[in-house]
């Protein structure tokens, strides 16, 4: 075990989407495919942004949804689960074991994952231990784009690039899987939702339900796939799959389910049929509580559990046992909610900054939150026109601070930053500057007015004082709090757009919106 643990190799980086590693002098920490090897801040060139906008404002609202409620025109009668179609090409460096598919190193157990890199990136942003998380299940198909996972972007190391198949069992079995799997984690901090899909900032797993196994890129039948050897649940924004169909029990697609996503999460197959981990449970099984010995050979091939290091620190060195319930509890924390926006602060550039033309600026702000699972986003206005929209996907940070962007050759014009973050449950909290290139603070725009809320008008209404309307709204300049923040003056706010969490009402309603009023 300790030769193997000591094992490095060169690999592509496979998944984008982890946290950064620190390069720390000397050897390095270990090896985790998840974890990305390079720190550096995103970097966007501001003329380019000023003349192709569409490049930088993907925006943050997530796709909208094909109604569930239409899945009974769906359904057949028949079990159209198809499993004897053309075999996938799995991306190079990859390699299939029964339902997982993981980098081929550890799959054929010259590699273990260890458990020194997912303690080395714990406390970067969004990524601390417990997280907060969501598993989206997705009955209605859609396209899906091959390529490093990014369940927001549709995008799928597993999928073949195409329109993936709608599940055809019908809404009353659909909602009984729902049920199922939401007992299965209803001791964690996941929340499960179908209806609508979370906000692009918000990192989530979603599970594609329905199709067959030739509808992905995978070699051999199986019952259902995932992405493995993610200990620790880096990635966060894994792309899983349940093959079922009209033919599938209900029972049988939950389990499936609940195990693929378990796959993300870093859990291997074991021997307790008891567990939805095992493949040979016959009944509603659950996430163990016990320390069940592994199914290697049998399931998964030999030298292939990939996470066996990690699950050494719940069941003890060299015990070759894996305790669901305790890791998941690990990463995940208890059930309940999360009722505290996360914390924006933007340190640099100071807010109203004089800048000559082709300036660049290094934005660097401090993000937190009390729970892990969180993401950020930048909106960023030239005179009033929005030139940059963006998720930091790959949350690649600047080692003194918590999210960093390079913005380089800054064009005449007043620009606006707002930096945002947001929480599984729903809490958008923003901060907002401004920095004046090639004019004095406070001259007037090309707009014809003083720089001021995002509408334009020049302020807040009801004050001299100007503020910012919410990227997540309807652009209007939102309306004053009547709070009397900082000097007296108000924090321009509105609600957030459309595609939000569904499943909090009673909780949160529209959710809590927190913003930080413009320094001066």
């Not at 799959?107 to 969501?134: F, M, Q, S």
């Not at 049929?273 to 049998?298: I, P, R």
Request: net charge negative; hydrophobic share 35%.
């Amino acid at each position: 075990m300790t030769e193997r643990r000591a094992v490095l190799v060169s690999m592509p980086l496979l998944l984008a989407l982890g946290p950064a590693v620190a390069q720390a002098e000397g050897p390095s920490p270990g090896y985790h495919p998840y974890a990305a090897d390079h720190l550096r801040p995103m970097e966007i060139d501001a003329a380019d942004a000023v003349a192709h906008p569409e490049r930088y404002t993907t925006g943050r609202l997530p796709e909208r949804q094909p109604d569930f409620h239409a899945l009974d025109e769906l359904a057949v009668a028949a079990d159209a689960n198809d499993a004897s179609g053309p075999a996938g090409q799995l991306p190079e460096g990859w390699a299939q074991h029964g339902s997982v598919v993981m980098p081929a190193p550890v799959a054929n157990g010259e590699l273990v994952v260890d458990p020194a890199v997912i303690h080395a990136v714990e406390d970067i942003p969004g990524n601390e231990y417990p997280r907060k998380h969501t598993l989206f299940l997705n009955f209605n198909g859609g396209m899906l784009y091959s390529g490093a996972d990014n369940s927001a972007e549709n995008k799928s190391n597993l999928a073949k690039q195409g329109v993936y198949p709608s599940y055809t069992g019908g809404e009353q079995k659909a909602l009984s899987i729902i049920q199922n799997v939401q007992e299965d984690v209803a001791n964690f901090g996941i929340q499960v939702t179908y209806l609508e899909r979370p906000n692009k900032t918000v990192p989530y797993t979603m599970e594609m339900v329905g199709g067959s196994w030739s509808d992905t890129n995978i070699e051999s039948p199986a019952g259902g796939v995932a992405p493995g050897a993610d200990c620790g649940a880096l990635g966060q924004r894994h792309v899983v799959y349940t093959f079922a169909s009209a033919g599938t029990s209900a029972t049988q697609a939950a389990n499936t389910a609940s195990q693929e996503a378990g796959h993300a999460w870093g859990l291997d197959h074991t021997l307790n049929c008891g567990s939805v981990m095992s493949y040979c449970g016959a009944g509603n099984g659950v996430f163990s509580d016990s320390c069940d010995s592994f199914c290697e050979a049998t399931c998964q091939g030999p030298g292939s559990i990939g996470c066996r290091l990690t699950h050494e620190e719940f069941c003890g060195a060299d015990s070759d046992r894996q305790n669901e319930q305790m890791e998941l509890s690990w990463i995940f924390g208890g059930n309940e909610p999360d009722m505290e926006p996360p914390s924006v602060e933007i340190v640099s550039p100071e807010d109203g900054a004089e800048l000559d033309p082709g300036a660049d600026i290094d934005i660097r702000t401090l993000i937190s939150d009390n729970y892990g699972g969180y993401g950020w986003y930048y909106y960023i206005t030239r005179d009033d026109e929005v030139v940059i929209d963006i998720v930091d996907y790959d949350r690649l940070v600047d080692p003194e601070y918590r999210a960093a962007l390079n913005l380089g050759g800054l064009t005449q014009g007043t620009w606006m930053i707002t930096v945002g973050a947001e929480d599984q449950y729903g809490h958008i909290t923003e901060d907002t500057i401004t920095v004046f290139v090639g004019m004095p603070a406070g001259a007037v725009d090309s707009g014809g007015g003083e720089s001021g809320c995002a509408d334009g008008t020049g302020g807040c209404p009801g004050d001299g004082d100007s503020g910012t309307a919410s990227p997540m709204g309807t652009g209007d300049g939102g309306q004053a709090d009547g709070g009397g923040v900082d000097d007296g003056g108000c924090s321009c706010q509105a609600s957030p757009g459309e595609g939000g969490r569904q499943g909090l009402a009673g909780l949160l309603l529209l959710g809590a919106w927190a913003r930080r009023r413009r320094r001066r």
